[in-house]
């Protein structure tokens, strides 16, 4: 098999697809090499010295020649020229001969290290790797490798470092790590980490009814469940025959393996005993001043073809072909696998993105089917044919949209907008608003427990407890100066010493920094604002003669609100992708100067600060298009302006068809440009990367290319990665609960992009990224948290759509109230929701200029339409609201409030009827702590029994009764 590789800097991608061997290559190499054995057997000395004593030997010969031939001694000269001639020519001889003997060790390598997992040796498993190059700064950062490497020694790793002239660049170095049992155990036991001691004897009852309709759906069984299903306790070294131990180098999973060494390497000094600087210390310090290049775990095996190693798992092969392809979209996710690869951590995030998108797909079918509702009913739709008519829409002139700019316009040339705002603004739209309340409800009940059961499948019960008191960030722990007794474990250990000064100072500074970018982002918000009314009036003025329906199929529906809806949402979206790579870094920096003690508590703080950030930047342009565009407009001859009257902007209107087409077209454009970009980002950034990195690229003898080379040049998961990932779901999820109201198809486009979003993340961390370092995690952390708050607000925003931004309202106090002719329809509604206005009253500044209004325009027409309920010109309350107003006002928020105390009602019901743990769950761990408390005083009994039998004398043939008879220690009350 033949490799194409490459590398620029430090991260490149070599994993390509698999091509044809390089067999031939390597054949015509051996021939050429025992074509001049002869010459080499010549010298058996030679042969024993390494290319580098031959290089320094040929250039002082050669040095030493120079300096004599530039000597008095001239007679010399000819016969010492001869000789550095020939020595030249053995100097050539020795290049030669050093490539073959680096070319011949590769070879030699071949058998034990071609894509290995293994030492030299082949038994001993690399659970990490480092890497590093020389450079200028060689000799200080050669003393920390030194006394680093040397004191990862002295815990009890062992290591194996494979010379630069083995890698493929003949720059890198490579310290193979491996942890041997003591190491592992010890380890285990701090970290309290569980292991079998027994299999599950609970039967499985879980088979559901039709269950053969999910076949399609299904992988197979070893795939599923890689591993039996144990009962498991947290290791205990001095009881390690208590534990199924059946072979001490698999009882660990890699996973666990890379988690215990990284744990170490995180937190091992890289000075001398004697220089006790707390701060000198971990993987990260080291790999932050260019120490070493890299540090992770490996992959067991290329991803598209399994290890030759019988010893090798081959899990990567297995996650590739079942998991990452997109052939397999429709099949269910392989978690224990996940999860036994990655680590908890990764595999909890896919357990929530798959529930979430298996979720999409009810809202997604209820979705579509008030669209189709909306489609269906498009010929019953009254006021868009009022609209449209020419004898009614094509005779009502309207009052001009802005000043000067902005000319007469007739009401049926809003006729499409109006149709289209029909597809999203109808009845259907309030069942939905209030289906999803409901849906949102049920889809954070239903994943309480589904994570239940995965917290008891993955023996991550109770682990919360043992994060925060046992996985301390090593930043935390480098800045600690005194120690506390814990109130809870009665042990001492290291805190940080913070005066009150100081964390005020840091908290002042952290939220200053987190307000300040949220004010720029509302300047911004406010200058998009600022460009559409500018640009408005411009669009208004270039389009007064309609040249825009010469242009075939869309040109018709293009108008000056519509294309300025569509540039201002795209500028939009251009200023939240930048802000957001820009405030990022922020956000990271101002974590990490907070000093958070467990990295749960890290993960918190940055998501806060993070989803804070995000939230005002997606949502702010669509929140002022639901609630404040076209709410503060006033009236003609006394409209509102942004910024005064000076500044000539005024706010904008929403057409006759309503604000809710505006939010839809924002909420498309954001939503679906932020979901490509995601996409780009996710997939093809990265694969770029490597195809850029490998266009120096030359072919390597597939025997020559190591694992650890591998890995070394594919890129780096990052410390974000996870949780960028988590965000991007978050604000989608934002999207779909917060204005779904004015788009029922967002379910559906969410649902899409899911599809695709589990085997792009599946993909890119398959073969696009090194391992990551296996983690624990009980939950989603502060996301589940965050994803309440939206349920919460998703309804309230809901129902203020429908109420305000939507025409629902109006309509239906008009048919039932308002209608002439007291039935119920809708004839007479568009003209009964525009008021009158005298032309004369407009002032002169607002006035359209000379040439802005259109033809048909003429003095004869003295009054002008506007959307509002105001009385007319001569009326004893002239211009003023209207008693229908604040009948639809009064309606309004009456809708609101019984939205939003059904919703809660239901949506407090149906979390009262659901329990957060599954009753099957419970009585599994209940029947776990069980047989953890019996197992082990049995275990304790046999082993005190067998401890005395050895200290009795051998004339006392009198056995113990005492022992048998021992009651059995109380279990406690909820276990039985």
Same mark, same amino acid.
């Given at each position: 098999?033949?490799?194409?590789?490459?590398?620029?800097?430090?991260?490149?991608?070599?994993?390509?697809?698999?091509?044809?061997?390089?067999?031939?290559?390597?054949?015509?190499?051996?021939?050429?090499?025992?074509?001049?054995?002869?010459?080499?057997?010549?010298?058996?000395?030679?042969?024993?010295?390494?290319?580098?004593?031959?290089?320094?030997?040929?250039?002082?010969?050669?040095?030493?020649? $120079?300096?004599?031939?530039?000597?008095?001694?001239?007679?010399?000269?000819?016969?010492?020229?001869?000789?550095?001639?020939?020595?030249?020519?053995?100097? !050539?001889?020795?290049?030669?001969?050093?490539?073959?003997?680096?070319?011949?060790?590769?070879?030699?390598?071949?058998?034990?290290?071609?894509?290995?997992?293994?030492?030299?040796?082949?038994?001993?498993? @690399?659970?990490?790797?480092?890497?590093?190059?020389?450079?200028k700064d060689g000799e200080k950062k050669l003393?920390?490798?030194?006394?680093?490497?040397?004191?990862?020694?002295?815990?009890?790793?062992?290591?194996?470092?494979?010379?630069?002239?083995?890698?493929?660049?003949?720059?890198?170095?490579?310290?193979?790590?491996? $942890?041997?049992?003591?190491?592992?155990?010890?380890?285990?036991?701090?970290?309290?980490?569980?292991?079998?001691?027994? %299999?599950?004897?609970?039967?499985?009852?879980?088979?559901?009814?039709?269950?053969?309709?999910?076949?399609?759906?299904?992988? #197979?069984?070893?795939?599923?469940? #890689?591993?039996?299903?144990?009962?498991?306790?947290?290791?205990?070294?001095?009881?390690?025959?208590?534990?199924?131990?059946?072979?001490?180098?698999?009882?660990?999973?890699?996973?666990?393996?890379?988690?215990?060494?990284?744990?170490?390497?995180?937190?091992?000094?890289?000075?001398?005993? /004697?220089?006790?600087?707390?701060?000198?210390?971990?993987?990260?310090?080291?790999?932050?001043?260019?120490?070493?290049?890299?540090?992770?775990?490996?992959?067991?095996?290329?991803?598209?073809?399994?290890?030759?190693?019988?010893?090798?798992?081959?899990?990567?092969?297995?996650?590739?072909?079942?998991?990452?392809?997109?052939?397999?979209?429709?099949?269910?996710?392989?978690?224990?696998?996940?999860?036994?690869?990655?680590?908890?951590?990764?595999?909890?995030?896919?357990?929530?993105?798959?529930?979430?998108?298996?979720?999409?797909?009810?809202?997604?079918?209820?979705?579509?089917?008030?669209?189709?509702?909306?489609?269906?009913?498009?010929?019953?739709?009254?006021?868009?044919?009022? @609209?449209?008519?020419?004898?009614?829409?094509?005779?009502?002139?309207?009052?001009?949209?802005?000043?000067?700019?902005?000319?007469?316009?007739?009401?049926?040339?809003?006729?499409?907008?109006?149709?289209?705002?029909?597809?999203?603004?109808?009845?259907?739209?309030?069942?939905?608003?209030?289906?999803?309340?409901?849906?949102?409800?049920?889809?954070?009940?239903?994943?309480?427990?589904?994570?239940?059961?995965?917290?008891?499948?993955?023996?991550?019960?109770?682990?919360?407890?043992?994060?925060?008191?046992?996985?301390?960030?090593?930043?935390?722990?480098?800045?600690?100066?005194?120690?506390?007794?814990?109130?809870?474990?009665?042990?001492?250990?290291?805190?940080?010493?913070?005066?009150?000064?100081?964390?005020?100072?840091?908290?002042?500074?952290?939220?200053?920094?987190?307000?300040?970018?949220?004010?720029?982002?509302?300047?911004?918000?406010?200058?998009? @604002?600022?460009?559409?009314?500018?640009?408005?009036?411009?669009?208004?003025?270039?389009?007064?003669?309609?040249?825009?329906?010469?242009?075939?199929?869309?040109?018709?529906?293009?108008? #000056?609100?519509?294309?300025?809806?569509?540039?201002?949402?795209?500028?939009?979206?251009?200023?939240?992708?930048?802000?957001?790579?820009?405030?990022?870094?922020?956000?990271?920096? @101002?974590?990490?100067?907070?000093?958070?003690?467990?990295?749960?508590?890290?993960?918190?703080?940055?998501?806060?600060?993070?989803?804070?950030?995000?939230?005002?930047?997606?949502?702010?342009?669509?929140?002022?298009?639901?609630?404040?565009?076209?709410?503060?407009?006033?009236?003609?001859?006394?409209?509102?302006?942004?910024?005064?009257?000076?500044?000539?902007?005024?706010?904008?209107?929403?057409?006759?068809?309503?604000?809710?087409?505006?939010?839809?077209?924002?909420?498309?454009?954001?939503?679906?440009?932020?979901?490509?970009?995601?996409?780009?980002?996710?997939?093809?950034?990265?694969?770029?990367?490597?195809?850029?990195?490998?266009?120096?690229?030359?072919?390597?003898? /597939?025997?020559?290319?190591?694992?650890?080379?591998?890995?070394?040049?594919?890129?780096?998961?990052?410390?974000?990665?996870?949780?960028?990932?988590?965000?991007?779901?978050?604000?989608?999820? !934002?999207?779909?609960?917060?204005?779904?109201?004015?788009?029922?198809?967002?379910?559906?486009?969410?649902?899409?992009?899911?599809?695709?979003?589990?085997?792009?993340?599946?993909?890119k961390l398959t073969t696009q990224f090194r391992?990551?370092?296996?983690?624990?995690?009980?939950?989603?952390?502060?996301w589940e948290e965050i994803l309440s708050g939206?349920?919460?607000?998703?309804?309230?925003?809901?129902?203020?759509?429908?109420?305000?931004?939507?025409?629902?309202?109006?309509?239906?106090?008009?048919?039932?109230?308002?209608?002439?002719?007291?039935?119920?329809?809708?004839?007479?509604?568009?003209?009964?929701?525009?008021?009158?206005?005298?032309?004369?009253?407009?002032?002169?500044?607002?006035?359209?200029?000379?040439?802005?209004?259109?033809?048909?325009?003429?003095?004869?027409?003295?009054?002008?339409?506007?959307?509002?309920?105001?009385?007319?010109?001569?009326?004893?309350?002239?211009?003023?609201?209207?008693?229908?107003?604040?009948?639809?006002?009064?309606?309004?928020?009456?809708?609101?409030?019984?939205?939003?105390? %059904?919703?809660?009602?239901?949506?407090?019901?149906?979390?009262?009827?659901?329990?957060?743990?599954?009753?099957?769950?419970?009585?599994?761990?209940?029947?776990?702590?069980?047989?953890?408390?019996?197992?082990?005083?049995?275990?304790?009994?046999?082993?005190?029994?067998?401890?005395?039998?050895?200290?009795?004398?051998?004339?006392?043939?009198?056995?113990?009764?005492?022992?048998?008879?021992?009651?059995?220690?109380?279990?406690?009350?909820?276990?039985?």
């Amino acid at each position: 098999m033949h490799r194409i590789t490459g590398k620029a800097g430090g991260d490149s991608l070599i994993e390509m697809s698999p091509t044809e061997s390089f067999n031939d290559d390597i054949n015509g190499y051996h021939q050429h090499a025992s074509s001049s054995s002869g010459s080499l057997q010549q010298g058996q000395a030679a042969s024993s010295l390494t290319p580098d004593v031959c290089f320094e030997t040929c250039e002082s010969l050669c040095s030493s020649l $120079a300096s004599l031939a530039q000597s008095d001694h001239s007679d010399s000269l000819q016969t010492e020229a001869e000789t550095l001639e020939r020595i030249s020519t053995l100097t !050539g001889l020795w290049r030669k001969r050093a490539l073959f003997l680096k070319f011949r060790s590769r070879i030699d390598k071949h058998q034990q290290s071609k894509d290995s997992v293994f030492f030299r040796d082949g038994l001993r498993r @690399i659970d990490f790797v480092l890497s590093y190059v020389d450079d200028k700064d060689g000799e200080k950062k050669l003393e920390r490798r030194k006394y680093y490497e040397d004191n990862l020694v002295k815990v009890g790793l062992e290591l194996e470092t494979e010379d630069k002239s083995e890698s493929e660049d003949g720059k890198t170095y490579f310290v193979k790590v491996h $942890a041997p049992w003591e190491v592992l155990a010890t380890y285990a036991d701090v970290l309290k980490i569980k292991v079998p001691f027994k %299999v599950n004897d609970i039967p499985d009852n879980s088979e559901m009814p039709m269950n053969w309709l999910s076949t399609p759906f299904r992988l #197979p069984e070893q795939i599923m469940h #890689p591993e039996p299903d144990f009962f498991t306790a947290p290791f205990n070294k001095s009881k390690s025959d208590f534990f199924l131990i059946d072979d001490k180098d698999t009882f660990f999973p890699p996973s666990t393996r890379n988690r215990i060494v990284y744990y170490i390497l995180s937190r091992c000094s890289y000075l001398r005993d /004697e220089c006790a600087d707390k701060d000198k210390k971990g993987i990260k310090r080291l790999l932050n001043n260019g120490t070493y290049t890299a540090a992770f775990p490996l992959h067991d095996c290329r991803y598209w073809t399994k290890s030759k190693d019988p010893n090798c798992e081959s899990e990567r092969n297995n996650l590739y072909k079942h998991w990452a392809g997109f052939i397999s979209f429709f099949k269910e996710q392989p978690l224990n696998l996940i999860r036994k690869y990655y680590g908890e951590k990764i595999g909890i995030y896919f357990a929530w993105l798959g529930f979430y998108t298996e979720m999409l797909l009810f809202a997604a079918v209820v979705g579509t089917i008030c669209f189709i509702y909306g489609l269906l009913t498009y010929d019953d739709n009254e006021w868009s044919k009022e @609209i449209c008519s020419e004898e009614i829409g094509g005779h009502i002139v309207m009052c001009p949209l802005c000043d000067k700019k902005c000319g007469y316009w007739k009401l049926n040339t809003t006729c499409h907008s109006s149709w289209q705002s029909h597809l999203f603004d109808n009845v259907g739209t309030v069942f939905f608003a209030i289906f999803m309340g409901i849906w949102v409800t049920l889809f954070l009940e239903f994943w309480k427990r589904r994570q239940a059961r995965l917290e008891y499948e993955w023996d991550l019960v109770d682990f919360e407890e043992e994060q925060q008191q046992l996985q301390l960030r090593p930043e935390y722990e480098t800045k600690c100066t005194n120690r506390k007794m814990n109130r809870i474990t009665q042990e001492s250990e290291w805190v940080l010493n913070r005066t009150a000064t100081d964390i005020m100072g840091k908290l002042c500074l952290c939220w200053a920094t987190v307000m300040l970018w949220i004010s720029l982002i509302i300047a911004c918000i406010i200058g998009v @604002i600022a460009y559409r009314l500018a640009v408005y009036a411009a669009f208004a003025s270039i389009m007064k003669d309609s040249p825009t329906t010469k242009v075939q199929v869309v040109g018709a529906y293009i108008t #000056p609100q519509l294309a300025t809806s569509v540039t201002a949402s795209c500028i939009n979206f251009v200023i939240i992708m930048i802000l957001n790579l820009m405030y990022e870094r922020v956000a990271v920096w @101002i974590t990490d100067m907070e000093i958070p003690k467990t990295h749960l508590e890290y993960e918190n703080k940055l998501t806060v600060k993070m989803f804070l950030f995000q939230f005002v930047n997606y949502y702010s342009s669509c929140f002022y298009v639901a609630f404040f565009k076209g709410k503060f407009v006033g009236y003609p001859g006394n409209y509102a302006y942004m910024f005064g009257e000076w500044s000539q902007l005024r706010n904008e209107e929403c057409d006759p068809g309503g604000c809710l087409i505006e939010l839809t077209t924002q909420l498309v454009i954001v939503m679906t440009g932020k979901q490509v970009w995601g996409n780009i980002q996710e997939a093809l950034v990265p694969w770029l990367m490597n195809w850029w990195g490998s266009r120096r690229s030359r072919n390597h003898p /597939e025997s020559l290319y190591s694992r650890w080379e591998q890995d070394h040049d594919l890129q780096s998961f990052g410390q974000l990665g996870l949780f960028d990932e988590y965000l991007e779901m978050v604000i989608q999820f !934002g999207f779909i609960t917060l204005f779904v109201a004015s788009f029922p198809l967002a379910p559906l486009l969410a649902l899409i992009n899911n599809i695709i979003e589990v085997r792009v993340d599946a993909w890119k961390l398959t073969t696009q990224f090194r391992r990551p370092v296996a983690a624990k995690a009980h939950s989603i952390g502060a996301w589940e948290e965050i994803l309440s708050g939206i349920a919460v607000l998703s309804v309230v925003t809901n129902a203020f759509i429908v109420a305000f931004t939507s025409d629902m309202i109006p309509r239906l106090v008009y048919m039932y109230a308002y209608n002439a002719e007291n039935e119920m329809n809708m004839k007479g509604y568009i003209n009964n929701s525009l008021s009158v206005f005298n032309i004369s009253g407009i002032p002169l500044e607002n006035r359209p200029e000379e040439g802005e209004s259109p033809l048909w325009f003429n003095s004869s027409i003295t009054t002008c339409r506007y959307r509002d309920y105001r009385y007319p010109s001569g009326h004893e309350k002239e211009y003023s609201h209207t008693m229908q107003f604040w009948h639809i006002l009064a309606a309004k928020l009456a809708f609101i409030i019984i939205m939003e105390h %059904v919703a809660f009602m239901v949506k407090f019901f149906v979390a009262w009827m659901i329990p957060d743990v599954p009753s099957d769950v419970r009585a599994r761990v209940k029947r776990e702590r069980y047989l953890v408390q019996e197992y082990l005083h049995n275990y304790e009994v046999e082993k005190l029994k067998i401890q005395l039998s050895q200290q009795s004398n051998n004339d006392c043939s009198c056995e113990p009764t005492i022992y048998p008879h021992l009651s059995r220690h109380e279990v406690l009350s909820e276990c039985l």
